[in-house]
């Protein structure tokens, strides 16, 4: 986020800021709702692919899928223009039965596109049939109009114009052949098939006037010489043979990228999201099956130091911690040529800035709810002497795990503060604060004390409050406003907001947001004693949870990416 950015909403990006407050923005991607959520962020939900070995059979479908498209809106302005000039200009054909079946031609590009642009997946059979039918359908038209212009040559005793509509008809079969080469994704083998029978198709024309309209063989027979057919036939198998050969080389390299992307014994199967840190890819265990998320740093920041500790030790930092509450690691190495990666759990349900922005504030006790949960996830990493520091509503992931929904999971360890290690103090001794401005303590914000696990508290706080009001304590136009405001002006009470807000949960959380730590509740258990001790706890568990989540769950087409892309 540039320092001249509007700051609203809760999915607010991570910033790191100089002492001088000068902003060094850190991109933020989507996170993906899957499981990557760990990292921070949104992104829409991913599928898991199921499968093992080496095959490209998701990556074939959705690269298809594109090509399609892509040749769908090439050919209705193609044939479009076309069927325009020749309806109302005068085409070289006036036959009722040619411009219907171009008319069926346009608008099968036409709905074709539209089905392929529309967000409802589609099977890799339906895909390839499609294929099939548009190409099949594009070379029938053209053998068609080659039938009756060949006729109309013919009648009108033009042998020089019967050579060029020969000639043209043989060019438009060239072109589609090498036009299917082109964008559709293939085999070898396959491609060879069908461009042969798209090549062998161009006899059926001669065959049916031979059969029925010999007078046009017998104006055409001083025209059919060795040099004239073995111009048009080599034609033809050039381009399925170059079609062909490219085919093959496309594929190969199609598999060599593939092949690259597999990571020890995880197979990726698509990328759920990027961020400044890195890539997240949706992945699975050659041997377990088991889905997961990986996180892959960034080529760019492989080269830095700095980033790769900070990534390192989110690593460490995270697999120390066995909270449930907490994502889980499973794995962590570094491929071949040295760049580090880690493997986390596959998340599925939404962070709570997209449950808030697409469902509005949440209840007080669902907010309790998920409050106490994130309690128990700080309180093991504050016993560690870890500060997360970036507490943020998309670093907290309302899931689905079992039977259970709205089971929380803190996300996103990469700025968390360790204690004091040796090794670590060039990182400790940066001088920068780094955080989310709309929910960055005030200590933090200054940068004159250490961060302790009250500042954890204060951004559960400011957690609390946009979950309940659906805006953050503190707004401004930009991210410096909204760091000044932190640090100087009181918060308005969340009733102001929410007028139906229990009072007991609006001191709570009015305790949270306190300027100064010793104000605010000593440590996260404390914390979640308060919470259980409002009345409003009682309004929602994992059973209302499920009902909840069973009314309002999106469908597959509409998931939420993964969690842990967003950085």
């Given at each position: 986020?540039?320092?001249?950015?509007?700051?609203?909403?809760?999915?607010?990006?991570?910033?790191?800021f100089?002492?001088?407050g000068?902003?060094?923005?850190?991109?933020?991607?989507?996170?993906?709702?899957?499981?990557?959520?760990?990292?921070?962020?949104?992104?829409?939900?991913?599928?898991?692919?199921?499968?093992?070995?080496?095959?490209?059979?998701?990556?074939?479908?959705?690269?298809?899928?594109?090509?399609?498209?892509?040749?769908?809106?090439?050919?209705?302005?193609?044939?479009?223009?076309?069927?325009v000039r020749?309806?109302?200009?005068?085409?070289?054909?006036?036959?009722?039965?040619?411009?219907?079946?171009?008319?069926?031609?346009?608008?099968?590009?036409?709905?074709?596109?539209?089905?392929?642009?529309?967000?409802r997946?589609?099977?890799?059979?339906?895909?390839?049939?499609?294929?099939?039918?548009?190409?099949?359908?594009?070379?029938?038209?053209?053998?068609?109009?080659?039938?009756?212009?060949v006729?109309?040559?013919?009648?009108?005793?033009?042998?020089?114009?019967?050579?060029?509509?020969?000639?043209?008809?043989?060019?438009?079969?060239?072109?589609?052949?090498?036009?299917?080469?082109?964008?559709?994704?293939?085999?070898?083998?396959?491609?060879?098939?069908?461009?042969?029978?798209?090549?062998?198709?161009?006899?059926?024309?001669?065959?049916?006037?031979?059969?029925?309209?010999?007078?046009?063989?017998?104006?055409?027979?001083?025209?059919?010489?060795?040099?004239?057919?073995?111009?048009?036939?080599?034609?033809?198998?050039?381009?399925?043979?170059?079609?062909?050969y490219?085919?093959?080389?496309?594929?190969?390299?199609?598999?060599?990228?593939?092949?690259?992307?597999?990571?020890?014994?995880?197979?990726?199967?698509?990328?759920?999201?990027?961020?400044?840190?890195?890539?997240?890819?949706?992945?699975?265990?050659?041997?377990?099956?088991?889905?997961?998320?990986?996180k892959?740093?960034?080529?760019?920041?492989?080269?830095?130091?700095?980033?790769?500790?900070?990534?390192?030790?989110?690593?460490?930092?995270?697999?120390?911690?066995?909270?449930?509450?907490?994502?889980?690691?499973?794995?962590?190495?570094?491929?071949?040529?040295?760049?580090?990666?880690?493997?986390?759990?596959?998340?599925?349900?939404?962070n709570?800035?997209?449950?808030?922005?697409?469902?509005?504030?949440?209840?007080?006790?669902?907010?309790?709810?998920?409050?106490?949960?994130?309690?128990?996830?700080?309180?093991?990493?504050?016993?560690?002497?870890?500060v997360?520091?970036?507490?943020?509503?998309?670093?907290?992931?309302?899931?689905?795990?079992?039977?259970?929904?709205?089971?929380?999971?803190?996300?996103?360890?990469?700025?968390?503060?360790?204690?004091?290690?040796?090794?670590?103090?060039?990182?400790?001794?940066?001088?920068?604060?780094?955080?989310?401005?709309?929910?960055?303590?005030?200590?933090?914000?200054?940068?004159?004390v250490?961060?302790?696990?009250?500042?954890?508290?204060?951004?559960?706080?400011?957690?609390?409050?946009?979950?309940?009001?659906?805006?953050?304590?503190?707004?401004?136009?930009?991210?410096m406003?909204?760091?000044?405001?932190?640090?100087?002006?009181?918060?308005?009470?969340?009733?102001?907001?929410?007028?139906?807000?229990?009072?007991?949960?609006?001191?709570?959380?009015?305790?949270?947001?306190?300027?100064?730590?010793?104000?605010?509740?000593?440590?996260?258990?404390?914390?979640?004693?308060?919470?259980a001790?409002?009345?409003?706890?009682?309004?929602?568990?994992?059973?209302?949870a499920?009902?909840?989540?069973?009314?309002?769950?999106?469908?597959?087409?509409?998931?939420?990416?993964?969690?842990?892309?967003?950085?």
């Amino acid at each position: 986020m540039k320092p001249t950015e509007p700051v609203e909403g809760g999915a607010e990006p991570t910033v790191d800021f100089a002492p001088a407050g000068r902003p060094r923005p850190a991109p933020a991607g989507p996170s993906t709702q899957a499981s990557a959520s760990a990292f921070g962020g949104s992104l829409p939900r991913v599928d898991v692919v199921a499968g093992s070995g080496i095959h490209l059979s998701e990556e074939t479908r959705s690269l298809l899928r594109v090509r399609l498209r892509a040749v769908s809106l090439a050919m209705s302005f193609a044939f479009g223009a076309f069927f325009v000039r020749d309806l109302f200009l005068g085409g070289h054909y006036h036959d009722l039965f040619v411009a219907a079946f171009h008319a069926v031609v346009v608008a099968a590009f036409i709905a074709s596109f539209l089905r392929l642009s529309g967000s409802r997946p589609i099977a890799l059979r339906r895909l390839r049939t499609l294929e099939l039918a548009l190409f099949g359908m594009t070379i029938a038209f053209f053998l068609t109009v080659h039938y009756r212009l060949v006729q109309l040559r013919v009648a009108e005793g033009d042998r020089v114009m019967l050579i060029a509509t020969v000639k043209n008809s043989i060019l438009f079969i060239f072109a589609m052949i090498v036009l299917y080469g082109m964008f559709i994704p293939n085999t070898w083998r396959r491609a060879a098939a069908v461009v042969t029978c798209m090549a062998a198709a161009t006899i059926l024309s001669p065959v049916a006037l031979r059969l029925f309209h010999p007078e046009v063989f017998r104006f055409a027979a001083p025209l059919l010489t060795f040099e004239t057919l073995t111009d048009n036939v080599l034609m033809l198998l050039i381009g399925a043979g170059v079609t062909t050969y490219a085919a093959h080389i496309i594929y190969a390299l199609r598999v060599e990228a593939f092949e690259a992307r597999q990571l020890n014994q995880y197979r990726l199967t698509g990328e759920l999201g990027a961020g400044g840190m890195g890539v997240v890819y949706l992945a699975e265990h050659r041997l377990l099956k088991r889905p997961c998320a990986l996180k892959l740093i960034a080529p760019d920041r492989a080269t830095d130091p700095k980033a790769m500790s900070r990534f390192e030790r989110e690593v460490r930092t995270t697999a120390r911690l066995s909270h449930p509450n907490t994502v889980e690691i499973y794995d962590y190495g570094r491929t071949e040529d040295g760049t580090f990666y880690y493997v986390m759990e596959l998340l599925d349900g939404m962070n709570l800035a997209d449950l808030v922005a697409r469902h509005g504030p949440l209840p007080p006790g669902r907010v309790v709810f998920l409050l106490r949960q994130a309690c128990g996830a700080l309180a093991e990493a504050h016993a560690a002497g870890l500060v997360h520091r970036d507490l943020k509503p998309a670093n907290i992931f309302a899931a689905r795990r079992g039977n259970l929904h709205d089971f929380a999971k803190v996300l996103d360890f990469g700025l968390v503060l360790p204690p004091p290690e040796p090794g670590l103090a060039e990182i400790s001794r940066e001088g920068n604060i780094a955080g989310s401005p709309q929910y960055m303590a005030p200590e933090q914000i200054a940068g004159a004390v250490r961060p302790d696990a009250r500042t954890d508290l204060y951004g559960l706080g400011a957690v609390a409050y946009f979950l309940l009001c659906g805006r953050a304590p503190f707004a401004g136009p930009t991210a410096m406003s909204v760091m000044i405001a932190a640090a100087r002006d009181d918060v308005d009470p969340p009733s102001r907001y929410r007028p139906d807000l229990p009072p007991d949960l609006e001191r709570v959380v009015l305790r949270c947001l306190a300027k100064s730590p010793a104000d605010r509740f000593p440590d996260a258990t404390t914390l979640d004693r308060h919470l259980a001790a409002c009345p409003c706890a009682a309004e929602w568990d994992f059973e209302r949870a499920s009902e909840w989540w069973r009314a309002h769950r999106p469908g597959p087409e509409t998931r939420d990416p993964h969690p842990s892309a967003g950085r």
